[in-house]
T-cell receptor, first 118, second 110 residues
Framework: GAVVSQHPSRVICKSGTSVKIECRSL??????MFWYRQFPKQSLMLMAT?????????EQGVEKDKFLINHASLTLSTLTVTSAHPEDSSFYIC??????????????FGNGTRLTVT | SQQGEEDPQALSIQEGENATMNCSYK?????LQWYRQNSGRGLVHLIL?????REKHSGRLRVTLDTSKKSSSLLITASRAADTASYFC??????????FGKGTMLLVSP
């Protein structure tokens, strides 16, 4: 089946530094990837939709200059949390829908990245 | 506002019992999907039911959809300790993204 690999699984960084999270589709081409954020015992909040070769579409309230998304190839999207602060500590999850898969298809999720900013 | 709302928020049962989780939503949908999340991990797709379907089965899972009431239910039969996880419903409104509910935390005790 479709596999999405996300890494790192955990990262601890100091305030003010930047962290890059990678999301790769291993056995399919992902024209669209989605980045979610999840707080403890909460639902997934969609941050942005990443489209290969074009700018990401950010959800309302998500700072595009803080959460940089790059989808340079059909198998890789990256999320960079810039100038991280403790309030950015969270669980970030990426997901992908394969090329040609429109509606009525499931999302394939990475295993998430636990970010802790000290 | 949250599209999907699961009920109950938490459910604790014994192995062998059935677990039923409900999901309500507000707008028209193309399909509704159920996902499972183990603690600290990503989500795993369980089952998708289309708006023109009323019931679907997959192994020990049974999903129903009532579009008139804008609700869905997930039934896990003969539960096992390994079923312990959070379960989320997600609605596809046709905009390529999914909107997730708050989830039900299921604890199955041996």
């Amino acid at each position: 089946g479709a596999v999405v690999s996300q890494h790192p699984s955990r990262v601890i960084c100091k305030s003010g530094t930047s962290v890059k999270i990678e999301c790769r589709s291993l056995d399919f081409q992902a024209t669209t990837m989605f980045w979610y954020r999840q707080f403890p015992k909460q639902s997934l909040m969609l941050m942005a939709t990443s489209n290969e070769g074009s700018k990401a579409t950010y959800e309302q309230g998500v700072e595009k200059d803080k959460f940089l998304i790059n989808h340079a190839s059909l198998t890789l999207s990256t999320l960079t949390v810039t100038s991280a602060h403790p309030e950015d500590s969270s669980f970030y999850i990426c997901s992908a829908r394969g090329g040609g898969q429109g509606g009525n298809s499931p999302l394939h999720f990475g295993n998430g990245t636990r970010l802790t900013v000290t | 506002s949250q599209q999907g709302e699961e009920d109950p928020q938490a459910l604790s049962i014994q192995e062998g019992e059935n677990a039923t989780m409900n999901c309500s939503y507000k707008t028209s949908i193309n399909n509704l999907q159920w996902y499972r999340q183990n603690s600290g991990r990503g989500l795993v797709h369980l089952i998708l039911i289309r708006s023109n379907e009323r019931e679907k089965h997959s192994g020990r899972l049974r999903v129903t959809l009532d579009t008139s009431k804008k609700s869905s239910s997930l039934l896990i039969t003969a539960s096992r300790a390994a079923d312990t996880a959070s379960y989320f419903c997600a609605t596809d409104e046709g905009y390529s993204t999914l909107t997730f509910g708050k989830g039900t935390m299921l604890l199955v005790s041996p």
